[in-house]
């Protein structure tokens, strides 16, 4: 079963998302990552395999002033276990996590082929990250276009 940990706080996010997902682990998984949020950029890192081999990999000492965040264990249910599907997706704006299988996620996904965005996995969790990102970027313009004419 998948887990999902969110933290905003004074803590080092990292920190917090790593030991709440290491609580997690009895319930298995195949993959890990996390998206922390840091300075306007939203920072991912994720890999196939434990959490133990996503700490090796990744140095956090970067990561330090991150207060918010996101993590997450997935097993795999759209597309192999690998880095590439793990959780979490998104774009420069969006970072999402879900457990659960999104049944229409291929007609979002040739949605948004179609509105120009490019996909990298194979998940139905990227599908709804790119339809949430496309969103916000209209519902953005919508605001630019409104207080430019008013």
């Avoid at 803590?11 to 997902?21: E, F, M, T, W």
């Avoid at 990552?33 to 950029?41: H, I, V």
């Avoid at 249910?77 to 291929?106: F, K, M, W």
Wanted: proline fraction near 1%; glycine fraction near 10%; hydrophobic fraction near 30%.
């Amino acid at each position: 079963m998948c887990g999902i940990v969110g933290y905003i706080g004074h803590r080092q996010a990292s920190d917090v998302l790593i030991n709440g997902l290491s609580k997690l682990e009895y319930r298995g998984y195949d993959s890990v990552g996390l998206s922390l949020f840091r300075e306007n950029t939203i920072l991912t890192e994720k890999t196939k395999g434990r959490i133990a081999d996503m700490v090796k990999k990744v140095d956090f000492t970067n990561y330090k002033t991150s207060h918010v965040g996101i993590g997450h264990t997935r097993w795999a249910t759209h597309g192999e276990p690998s880095d590439i599907n793990s959780h979490p997706h998104g774009s420069a704006r969006i970072s999402l996590v879900h457990n659960g299988i999104i049944e229409n996620y291929a007609a979002i996904k040739e949605r948004m082929i179609r509105k120009g965005y490019t996909f990298e996995s194979e998940t139905d969790t990227e599908a709804v990250a790119k339809l949430l990102d496309y969103y916000y970027v209209q519902k953005g313009r919508s605001y630019s276009s409104h207080s430019q004419s008013a």
